[in-house]
């Protein structure tokens, strides 16, 4: 199994950027998936979840209406599009794909695989 992040870069605050994660060696299309982030100094953090089927979202507090995830089960591909970034949304940003049958969650420990990760800097 392998999950492929990209799509991190330096970019101005205010700016946007968008992430993609492309999954191999799992059956996507019937995963949910999420995606997380690192700050410096801080352990991860939830960001984003979606739903295998694409139909249902779950943010976290501090990104919501300003991130938004998506996927595209036929390129095996989940997406984080991020508007109106902030400094204090520099981390290292990891997707990562739940096992089968679970709802959307937050927490980390429920994923099973997990990306290389792809840094996102934002500059005030």
């Known amino acids: 199994v392998q999950l492929q992040a990209s799509g991190g870069g330096l970019v101005q605050a205010g700016g946007s950027l968008r992430l993609s994660c492309a999954g191999s060696?799992?059956?996507?299309?019937?995963?949910?998936m999420g995606w997380f982030r690192q700050r410096p100094g801080k352990e991860r953090e939830f960001v984003a979840a979606?739903?295998?089927?694409?139909?249902?979202?779950y943010y976290a507090d501090s990104v919501k209406g300003r991130f938004t995830i998506s996927r595209d089960n036929a390129k095996n591909t989940v997406y984080l599009q991020m508007n109106s970034l902030k400094p204090e949304d520099t981390a290292v940003y990891y997707c990562?794909?739940?096992?089968?049958?679970?709802?959307?969650?937050?927490?980390?420990?429920?994923?099973?695989?997990w990306g290389q990760g792809t840094q996102v800097t934002v500059s005030s």
């Open positions: 990562a794909a739940a096992p089968w049958g679970l709802p959307n969650t937050p927490r980390a420990k429920d994923y099973e695989y």
């Open positions: 060696g799992l059956t996507f299309s019937s995963r949910n």
């Open positions: 979606i739903m295998w089927i694409g139909d249902s979202t």
